[in-house]
């Protein structure tokens, strides 16, 4: 499995964004495809994520409004569209995939057991500044 992140750089408070995401080596259209941040000195976290199986969307509190996450299923990638973008969104950006979204805790049902997304591309930075 390989996840090839882009889109990346420099962009400016309220600007905008995309990231883009290739993925080869899996089935995209059984598989959770997930944006993870982490930024210098904190923990990482989920952003968004979407079930391709059947289009479920899931957004980190921080995000909503202002990001959103699609599919080019005939290309096998996903996108990150981040808009009205914050300081605070600096970070690595790294795509992931698994099974379903709601393995991971910040999506999963109560009490239903969690682990870690099992593939991971490479990470693509974002910096937001004037």
């Known amino acids: 499995v390989q996840l090839v992140e882009s889109g990346g750089g420099l962009v400016q408070p309220g600007g905008s964004l995309r990231l883009s995401c290739v993925a080869s080596?899996?089935?995209?259209?059984?598989?959770?495809m997930s944006w993870f941040r982490q930024a210098p000195g904190k923990e990482r976290e989920g952003v968004s994520c979407?079930?391709?199986?059947?289009?479920?969307?899931y957004f980190a509190d921080s995000v909503k409004g202002r990001f959103s996450i699609s599919l080019n299923r005939a290309e096998n990638t996903v996108y990150l569209r981040m808009n009205s973008v914050r300081s605070e969104d600096t970070a690595v950006y790294y795509c992931?995939?698994?099974?379903?979204?709601?393995?991971?805790?910040?999506?999963?049902?109560?009490?239903?057991?969690?682990?870690?997304?099992?593939?991971w591309g490479q990470g693509t930075q974002v910096t937001v500044s004037s």
């Open positions: 992931a995939a698994d099974s379903r979204c709601s393995i991971v805790p910040m999506w999963a049902r109560p009490g239903s057991p969690t682990r870690d997304f099992g593939f």
């Open positions: 979407i079930n391709t199986h059947d289009g479920s969307l």
């Open positions: 080596g899996l089935n995209f259209a059984t598989h959770a």
